[in-house]
């Protein structure tokens, strides 16, 4: 199968031939493929459903291929086990309910409330919420609070871009995001896991860093309905959970919003959710994890490896008590 892969050579130099249309293309090709390969073990005899691909972003041009601050050179885990290995408890709490169920979610036509704490609330068709941005292509590693990880190439934009436009005021000290509520589209709503809708959230700081993207593609595709079409956010030195799917509402507002697992079992999952091999989970150790694809455990790296970039956010916070 050929997939989009990050060129070496400077965004100015990219042709015209590697747009967002021609990967469609590929992808087209690319599905039919992705039906056919063995899939490891655990996900034997499932049926994979391939990306349903929303038109709106039919027009989307290139890619640019982010800076190296933004990449990881690790080997990107596998397109299949990326896309059929989820959570995505909306979709039902196994990790192959999402790839069965995610022909239900119509990710088009789309769009999201943005309100609160900003000088210019609305609700914004997807296409115009991406138009103005120029769509990167970031490598992160993803960790999840179960202790595996993945190397995922996500396709999106600026979270903080997205935010300034909307001309927050200087009341505006954490951003809260929820998730579509619809149980025909999202079958596992039809029961009571969690306090549906999905929340999520962060503090303005954390949302303006760079790192922190809204992505509506990945491996050069449009973001498959099981990864969180055709809006999710990617917060790579966080716990997986805080990556909320299926964005419809963004709010800016002064206090600290709940959040879906922080309410559910606050002892377990906080609010910060930073990737932190030191401090364990209730029920166990944060300090290894298992990438997916291989089977020798390897060590988990302090904020997921962007103690770098983002350490300073968090300086004289105790992550035992801030956790
Ligand atoms: N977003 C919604 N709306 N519902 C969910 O159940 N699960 C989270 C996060 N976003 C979840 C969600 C968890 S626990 C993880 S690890 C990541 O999505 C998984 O993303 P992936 O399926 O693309 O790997």
Request: glycine share 8%.
């Amino acid at each position: 199968m050929r997939m989009f892969r990050p060129p070496s050579i400077p965004s100015s130099e990219i042709t015209s031939e590697t747009t967002w249309l021609r990967r469609r293309e590929l992808l087209a090709q690319g599905a039919g493929l992705a039906a056919l390969v063995t899939l490891p073990g655990c996900f034997a005899g499932q049926e994979s459903h391939a990306a349903t691909e929303p038109s709106t972003l039919r027009a989307l041009e290139g890619v640019t291929p982010a800076p190296r601050r933004f990449r990881t050179e690790e080997a990107q885990t596998p397109f299949e086990d990326a896309s059929t290995y989820n959570n995505f408890y909306e979709m039902g709490t196994d990790k192959g309910d999402p790839v069965r169920n995610a022909h239900r979610l119509r990710p088009e036509p789309w769009s999201v409330v943005v309100e609160g704490e900003v000088g210019k609330p609305g609700r914004i068709g997807l296409e115009d919420l991406l138009a103005p941005h120029a769509l990167e292509e970031r490598i992160y590693r993803l960790r999840c609070v179960e202790a595996w990880s993945m190397v995922i190439p996500w396709v999106g934009i600026p979270l903080g871009a997205v935010l300034a436009r909307f001309e927050p005021t200087s009341r505006a000290k954490f951003v809260a995001f929820e998730t579509l509520v619809d149980p025909e589209q999202l079958p596992g709503q039809k029961r009571q896991i969690l306090d549906w809708p999905y929340r999520e959230g962060l503090r303005m700081d954390e949302a303006m860093h760079p790192l922190a993207i809204l992505a509506v593609g990945m491996y050069g595709r449009v973001l498959p309905n099981q990864n969180g079409a055709p809006l999710r956010l990617v917060v790579p030195w966080k716990y997986g959970f805080k990556s909320i799917k299926s964005i419809v509402r963004i709010r800016l507002q002064a206090e600290r919003p709940e959040t879906s697992w922080s309410q559910s079992a606050p002892r377990e999952y906080g609010f910060f959710a930073n990737v932190n091999p030191e401090v364990s989970h209730p029920r166990w150790s944060q300090a290894r994890e298992r990438r997916i694809g291989e089977w020798r455990k390897r060590p988990t790296l302090m904020l997921n490896g962007y103690a770098e970039q983002v350490g300073h956010l968090y300086k004289g916070m105790d992550p035992k008590k801030l956790y």
